[in-house]
């Protein structure tokens, strides 16, 4: 569960002084619905945004399901490709979301790191077609992404390697890293895996999706398998 009444409470007092042109709109047992607008300011490069956008951020209550943002006033194009026909945002995959909060989830934060983001990314993409911090893939390659940031590993098949190894083998570090690199996991990738070490939820999250990486590529495997016999 990601919020109760008595955590989202305080949290959601302090977003609104945050965001002063926010305010409640709906509230019962099972959410809390805000309404107004943000203002997000932001300089990359030579690049600076200094826009208003009204939205809703809607704070599931009780439930496992994450904060999630609709665009009210249609100021993202349809046609853009993080974003849902009914209006609602893609703000990163859901794995980013739930790691980077794992020790209590931060409404100002999640506003910040991903909100304010996800609008900045977007009018800079739109100005000069490529996105400044990178892009995350939908399904799971955006999955794989995720794990990649967070395992610094070089690309998806390191990253995958990694993952089987936090979900099958202890940590010691003075065995060598399962990257490749023949130094010993400490001196390597050792440190970006241990988060998963010491927090049981976020390795249950990782091999729950690695489960369903594996099982994708064993079903994709099957097709081709069947292909090649079909020819
Ligand atoms: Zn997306
Ligand atoms: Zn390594």
């Known amino acids: 569960m990601i919020f109760t009444v008595e955590t989202a409470t305080p949290q959601i007092a302090q977003l609104l002084h945050e965001y002063p042109d926010l305010a409640v709109v709906q509230s019962d047992s099972q959410m809390v619905r805000l309404h107004g607008h943000i203002l997000v300011f932001r300089i990359y490069n030579d690049f600076t945004l200094r826009k208003t956008y009204t939205l809703d951020v809607i704070i599931p209550i009780g439930s496992d399901e994450l904060p999630f943002v609709i665009d ?3 100021q993202i194009k349809q046609d853009y490709h993080h974003y849902y026909p009914n209006g ?4 990163a995959t859901d794995s980013q979301i739930r790691i980077r909060f794992i020790d209590g989830f931060d409404l100002i934060a999640w506003m910040s790191e991903f909100v304010e983001l996800y609008y900045f990314s977007y009018e800079y993409y739109e100005r000069f ?3 400044p911090f990178g892009e995350r893939a939908h399904g799971s390659w955006g999955i794989i992404q995720t794990y990649q940031d967070f395992l ?13 190894f936090i979900k099958n083998q202890v940590y ?3 065995h060598p890293c399962p990257c490749g690199s023949g130094k010993p996991l400490r001196n390597c990738h050792g440190q970006a895996m241990l988060l998963f070490y010491k927090d049981a939820l976020s390795k249950k999250i990782m091999t729950d999706d690695l489960d369903d990486l594996d099982r994708e590529l064993a079903e994709e495997n099957e097709r081709k398998r069947y292909r090649k016999k079909a020819k």
Request: positive net charge.
């Open 72 to 74: 009210t006033d249609r």
């Open 88 to 91: 609602k945002l893609c703000l």
């Open 129 to 131: 077609g490529i996105f």
């Open 152 to 164: 610094t590993a070089k690309n998806e098949v390191e990253t995958y390697k990694l993952m089987h």
């Open 172 to 174: 010691r570090g003075h």
